[in-house]
């Protein structure tokens, strides 16, 4: 249902028309329920609007850059994380095992396809859910959905479930701390994440490339030290791990109050995260997502999946980068093992036609979703394997380019999503399934899927 917002007051005096951070205001707004105190929420903005940067304009930069190569075909992006980050998941060991499994994935690809990896996590921010219906019964009381702790709370009864405006600040609060932790950890942790004692393989055993994966692993941890031990002070890369930060702009208060301009430099970047993305469910043309991300400079990414129309995703990339900047857009295909091999081809070669440089990256997770008999949303290993293969050799057969993957998963020993080679079946799902929102691919899951990944990606780029 889309929703027109009370708009918020302004300072200053615009142009009609001139795109500034609030300007989406005067569009039509999907996905974001209305705030019932408006006072409170202008209070909040101005309070958010005041606070310091998570991040800064030059790493926004760095990565554009890294993006641009990637999408000339010099390089590999790995995007992954929850699919809804929750304030109680702000805790060291969450985070710890978020960059290990990010980092350990990483390795596994750059070491098999011998090519740089760019890493985003979906972390520091990613807590807005777009939601299919506006409202859920729970024992027999009707209540708005869920929408990520950014929002409102997951539990269950009408009063909690009413959007907060002061919930923007702990979702700052929360992201800095967590992103706080994170650079200290790539900065000093890095060799003690990558330590063999840190690669749990057993889950691999039964499976016919065992042998293969634990010979890399091994062969990944002596080129490390070995670089360690001869030239400690040279290879920086070792001791300082570069890891960007992303969210989906779904809450444009929350992105739009640390939406700000930089000295010396034009434009506006949203310095709540180094790259945020447009979902499936706001990529209307005229429409309040859009016209935020078209302000700004960070790079955007747009999911794409059914249904959708191919001269709207095209129209899409033109606003959004009407300059053809190298970098600046991804485009994260969704469409599910299913609708993959009709949808795609076509999309490829109207992007190209246009010219526009992108950089493709598959979500083999969004299109694959399903619920059991007892009604647990989950996701098939081998749907999620399908379509990644599906999409590798469709690029391929078009001459194009798959630079990226995007994964919902977690360095957790979580149990949602069925299959992979410890073989978690339907029964198993109790066990430890902790998700308020999708799936996620677990730690053993991310590994194993990272060593696929690099075998496709091999057998379709490799010279
Ligand atoms: C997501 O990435 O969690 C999501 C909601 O994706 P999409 O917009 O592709 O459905
Ligand atoms: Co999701």
Request: with cysteine.
């Amino acid at each position: 249902m889309a929703t027109k917002l009370t708009p918020l007051k302004r300072s200053g005096k615009l142009e009609k028309n001139e795109w500034h951070p609030l300007s989406w205001n005067d569009f039509e707004v999907n996905q974001l329920p209305p705030y019932p105190d408006t006072e409170k929420l202008q209070d909040v903005y101005e309070r958010l609007r005041a606070l310091p940067p998570l991040i800064t304009s030059w790493e926004i930069e760095a990565l554009k850059e890294k993006l641009a190569d990637v999408a000339s075909g010099n390089g590999f992006l790995l995007q992954g994380g929850d699919c809804a980050e929750t304030f109680d998941g702000c805790n060291a060991p969450k985070i710890v095992n978020h960059l290990k499994i990010l980092l350990q994935m990483s390795f596994i690809m750059i070491h098999e396809m011998g090519t740089p990896v760019v890493r985003i996590g979906r972390i520091a921010g990613q807590y807005a859910k777009p939601r299919s219906k506006d409202t859920e019964v729970v024992d027999g009381v009707e209540m708005l959905n869920y929408r990520g702790d950014l929002i409102n709370s997951f539990e269950p009864n009408a009063e909690a479930r009413q959007p907060d405006p002061e919930r923007m600040i702990t979702a700052y609060n929360k992201a800095a701390l967590t992103l706080n932790f994170l650079r200290a950890l790539s900065d000093e942790g890095f060799a003690d994440l990558q330590h063999p004692e840190q690669w749990e393989l057993d889950f691999m055993k039964n499976n016919s490339y065992y042998k293969e994966y634990e010979e890399m692993v091994r062969s990944i941890n002596k080129a490390v030290s070995f670089m360690d031990t001869i030239t400690p002070n040279q290879f920086n890369t070792l001791h300082k791990v570069d890891m960007y930060t992303s969210h989906e702009a779904l809450n444009l208060y929350y992105d739009s109050a640390q939406t700000k301009q930089v000295p010396r430099k034009s434009g506006w970047f949203n310095l709540s995260a180094h790259m945020v993305w447009l979902g499936n469910r706001t990529r209307g043309l005229d429409n309040a997502h859009v016209e935020y991300l078209s302000g700004i400079k960070n790079p955007i990414g747009i999911k794409v999946g059914p249904p959708f129309d191919r001269d709207d995703i095209l129209r899409v990339i033109e606003r959004l980068n009407p300059t053809h900047e190298a970098g600046k857009i991804v485009l994260i295909t969704r469409f599910g093992v299913k609708e993959v091999e009709k949808d795609l081809p076509g999309l490829i070669r109207a992007v190209n036609r246009e010219g526009f440089p992108v950089v493709w990256s598959c979500d083999p997770m969004h299109g694959n979703t399903f619920a059991t008999s007892n009604n647990v949303k989950t996701r098939n290993f081998d749907d999620i394997l399908d379509e990644l293969r599906a999409t590798f050799n469709i690029h391929r057969a078009e001459a194009n380019y798959l630079g990226g993957v995007h994964l919902e998963l977690t360095g957790d020993n979580v149990t949602e999503c069925v299959g992979g080679a410890n073989g978690l079946n339907e029964s198993g799902l109790g066990r430890n399934y902790e998700t308020y929102c999708d799936p996620r691919l677990n730690y053993e899951q991310g590994l194993e899927m990272a060593f696929l990944v690099a075998r496709e990606w091999n057998a379709s780029y490799k010279s």
